[in-house]
C-alpha cells in the first residue's frame, strides 16, 4: 500500500511536471534555425537553411533529399521537386544550390539567383 502510494505520488506530481517542461522546450524551440550542407558527387553544393525543429539531407549520388517542416524536397541534376511536384527546373552547370524553408514556403537559389518556380502539378 505504501509503494502505490509512493508510486501514485510521483505520477500525479512528476508526469505533469515533465510534461511542462516539455512544453516550454517545444515552444521554445519552435522556429529556431536548422541548417545543412552537402556536396554531390558532381561537386555541386547543396545548402539547406530551415525554420522547422527537423531537418534532414540525404546525398546519394548526384539527388539531394531533403526532409523538414512535413516536406519532402528533391534535388536532381536539373529538377526540382517539392512532395513528389515538379517546381523548377535547375541549371546543369549550377555548382551551388540554396533550399530555404520558412513557414511552409520553399524557396530555391542556384548560383546565387532566384529559381522561377512552375506551376505545373
Known sequence: M????I??????LVLPAIVVVGLFMWVLMAGVPASASGTLNSGRSILVNSNSVYLALG???DIATINT???E????????????VHVGDVDLA???VEIIVKRGSVDFIADGNAVKKSNSK
Open 2 to 5: 505504501k509503494r502505490f502510494l
Open 7 to 12: 508510486v501514485s505520488c510521483l505520477v500525479i
Open 59 to 61: 546525398l546519394d549520388g
Open 69 to 71: 517542416a512535413g516536406r
Open 73 to 84: 524536397i528533391v534535388v536532381k541534376p536539373t529538377e526540382l521537386l517539392v512532395d513528389g
Open 94 to 96: 549550377a555548382s551551388k
